[in-house]
């Protein structure tokens, strides 16, 4: 994926905006359950998944809490965390080995400075949440599923229903059921 097409994801930015974005981002390497963030480190970077797939989640040291989901040509980060300069509530794992490139706060005010364009970022911090949609509405199991395979069809075919389950605060036995009714 160019760098072109991850802008394009964001705004509408110049030949000399996509070449001062290339020079502030890294790309990383993940192995599957390698750590991108862990819970109690303070956010400080913007992710976009080139491959592979991520699950945040909360640990109480025995069970773990799907808190999102996170799949290829994605923005991804720990929004409370990195908004507040807070220490993070959730860690975020590598569900399968994947590709990002990171984008450092930092970086992205120095980015600002030189090219306006780069405030169209505030689109990224302003994603739609549809953890916020599934939670803040009265849904039953099966409108939760119906609704997550829509915003996101890929969820189904790369993470198991327990993962599932958990990220829509469900039991992986409802959800089997309305999988099957699906």
């Excluded at 409108?143 to 469900?170: D, R």
Aim: charged share 20%; aromatic share 10%; proline share 4%.
């Amino acid at each position: 994926m160019s760098v072109q097409e991850i802008l394009a994801s964001v705004g509408s930015f110049s030949v000399q905006d996509m070449l001062l974005f290339e020079e502030k981002i890294r790309r990383k390497v993940f192995r599957k359950n390698d750590l991108l963030l862990r819970q109690g480190e303070v956010c400080q970077s913007v992710y976009f998944i080139l491959s592979g797939s991520f699950f945040q989640f909360q640990s109480d040291g025995i069970n773990e809490t799907i808190i999102d989901l996170h799949l290829p040509e994605e923005w991804m980060y720990n929004h409370p965390s990195l908004i507040d300069q807070k220490p993070s509530h959730t860690a975020i794992k590598a569900f399968e080995a994947a590709e990002v490139i990171e984008l450092s706060l930092q970086h992205l005010h120095e980015l600002i400075v030189k090219s306006q364009s780069f405030l169209s970022f505030g689109r990224v911090f302003n994603q739609p949440n549809h953890r916020t949609y599934l939670f803040d509405h009265a849904l039953s199991p099966a409108q939760k599923y119906g609704y997550i395979t829509n915003a996101k069809p890929l969820i189904v075919q790369v993470f198991p229903v327990k993962m599932i389950a958990s990220y829509l605060k469900i039991a992986p036995e409802t959800l089997s059921r309305v999988r099957a009714s699906h």
